[in-house]
């Protein structure tokens, strides 16, 4: 299980540059269609900010504001939006890898539709490999699993193909119903490579 108590500042300053959705669940899996943007080859030095799109994964890199002096903060990530019967987006996961110069090992924040509220911690894999669990913690607005991100979670999702959350929502007779949500790891790795470079000034 992660440990989360190093994260708290980081997930302060993190939601900073998370551009918010409302979400709410309306189905029970997803993955993307076969057409896959090219990954996009750039120079991305120590110090970089501003954003660029790797495949699927975008980096963007930030000085967060902080009570001392701002806090470097990167991240990169990716979101699976599905489309409700009128037609609305809306968001079943947002994935996100953050790094921080205060910080010697890169985080977790995966944002999930408050309707995850229906247990304290979510599940993840890449591939077919072992389960990684992280706590969970839930607003009337959104839930958000965060934890520090082992290397083995790392290694795996640079060289695996998809990665999956797993959580819990109860259903229309308050069942409990596990849900899954894909996400093509199309450009993680080039994207998280860039993001330690970045952050390395």
């Not at 992660?2 to 993955?31: E, K, M, R, Y």
């Not at 501003?50 to 903060?73: M, Y």
């Not at 409700?84 to 987006?89: A, K, L």
């Amino acid at each position: 299980m992660f440990d989360s108590t190093n994260w708290v500042g980081l997930a302060a300053a993190a939601v900073l540059i998370i551009v918010s959705l409302a979400a709410v669940f309306v189905g029970a899996q997803w993955a993307r269609g076969p057409g896959l943007p090219p990954i996009a080859q750039v120079q991305i030095d120590p110090g970089f900010t501003g954003q660029h799109t790797f495949g699927l994964w975008t980096l963007i890199c930030e000085n967060a504001a902080a009570k001392s002096a701002p806090v470097r903060v990167c991240r990169t990530n990716a979101r699976m939006i599905v489309r409700g019967s009128d037609n609305t987006p809306h968001l079943a996961a947002g994935f996100n890898v953050v790094m921080m110069k205060t910080q010697p090992a890169p985080g977790l924040m995966f944002r999930l539709p408050p309707t995850a509220r229906a247990a304290d911690s979510i599940n993840f894999s890449i591939d077919q490999n072992t389960l990684f669990k992280a706590p969970l913690k839930c607003s009337q607005t959104e839930c958000i699993a965060q934890g520090a991100l082992p290397q083995s979670a790392v290694d795996q999702m640079r060289a695996g193909h998809v990665l999956s959350v797993f959580y819990t929502i109860k259903d229309s007779t308050q069942q409990d119903r596990k849900v899954r949500v894909d996400q093509q790891l199309h450009g993680f790795r080039e994207s998280f490579d860039a993001m330690a470079r970045a952050i390395a000034a």
